[in-house]
């Protein structure tokens, strides 16, 4: 069974940081380019940043230089450091496997995703 399972969201004053984890079973991680999307309240589902097999990465242009995308193949493991948190950064997270980092920030081309996990964050 393939699963990606994220965690360590949670509520966080402005100017904070977060990382969050993205578990990964029953595939191997580094076979996979791994995005991380956002959904914010009342809006669509967007992509933040993704990596590719050999450690390339690609941000939104609004986390670049606050946001860091990193994996760690041998722990089937992906993460996402969140630096100088602002509210319009809450949102649920997900992160999600595809085969293709071209466009990796389109979610359309990715076939498992996580359940999410929830990230505040307040003034």
């Known amino acids: 069974q393939w699963q990606l399972v994220e965690s360590g969201g949670g509520l966080v004053q402005a100017g904070g940081s977060l990382r969050l984890s993205c578990k990964v079973s029953g595939f191997s991680l580094r076979s996979y380019v791994i995005g991380w999307f956002r959904r914010a309240p009342g809006k669509e589902r967007e992509g933040i940043s993704c990596?590719?097999?050999?450690?390339?990465?690609i941000q939104r242009d609004t986390v670049k230089g606050r946001f860091t995308i990193s994996r760690v193949n041998a722990e089937n493991t992906a993460y996402l450091q969140m630096d100088n948190l602002n509210p319009d950064d809450t949102g649920i997270y997900y992160c999600a496997r595809t085969h293709m980092f071209f466009g990796c920030l389109g979610e359309s081309q990715y076939d498992y995703w996580g359940q999410g996990t929830q990230v505040a964050v307040f003034p």
């Open positions: 990596i590719s097999t050999d450690g390339r990465t």
